[in-house]
T-cell receptor
């Protein structure tokens, strides 16, 4: 069975640009969460979606937005990119909101 | 808010046992998770505790005391491949009661030596 898949694996952008990251959950998983991880730190919670609705939001600016589609895949959008947005962006899926989350390999975003 | 503390680094010898502690403060506690993360890779789920006590999974065990806000991950018969960061993460219910926010500690970097 396929695990959580994320695309792209790597991305280079410049300040002020916009980026869209994509995530496909494990088959049967209805909850998708997004995290940002900078080097040497644990993942920081950005969003959780369950049944296509936003169920949780972390302490990130409005430049960050996300959505979940009817097939439970998800996109994370970041506008007006800043140098500080350079990080590994992880997507995790779970059967339900309070079940163990399983992570994809992440998208490494570099801002120049 | 939530606060999670775990040691930054630990070193242990191959074949030995190591215990990685995690203390937390949170409201709406909904479970505690341990993840393993090798450098440059995504976190891998290891264990989940929602009730007090010990959960055993092969060489890995995890313990939880909700009243003390304390958990530990026990790794037995250490192998070189166990060198990685170990992340403690606490799940707390959101205000609607239908979503869980997973808050991670900064991770404990374990180095297994010969």
């Amino acid at each position: 069975d396929a695990g959580v898949t994320q695309s792209p694996t790597h991305l280079i952008k410049t300040r002020g640009q916009q980026v869209t990251l994509r995530c496909s959950p494990i088959s049967g998983h209805k909850s998708v969460s997004w995290y940002q991880q900078v080097l040497g730190q644990g993942p920081q919670f950005i969003f959780q979606y369950y049944e296509k609705e936003e169920r949780g939001r972390g302490n990130f600016p409005d430049r960050f937005s996300a959505r979940q589609f009817p097939n439970y895949s998800s996109e994370l959008n970041v506008n007006a990119l800043l140098l500080g947005d350079s990080a590994l962006y992880l997507c995790a899926s779970s059967l339900a909101a309070n079940q163990p989350q399983h992570f994809g390999d992440g998208t490494r975003l570099s801002i120049l | 808010g939530q606060n999670i503390d775990q040691p930054t680094e630990m070193t242990a010898t191959e074949g030995a046992i190591v215990q990685i502690n995690c203390t937390y403060q949170t409201s709406g506690f909904n479970g505690l998770f341990w993840y393993q993360q090798h450098a440059g890779e995504a976190p891998t789920f290891l264990s989940y505790n929602v009730l007090d006590g010990l959960e055993e999974k092969g060489r890995f065990s995890s313990f939880l005391s909700r009243s003390k806000g304390y958990s530990y991950l026990l790794l037995k018969e250490l192998q070189m491949k166990d060198s990685a960061s170990y992340l403690c993460a606490v799940s707390a219910l959101g205000t609607t009661g239908t979503a869980s926010k997973l808050t991670f500690g900064t991770g404990t970097r374990l180095q297994v030596t010969l």
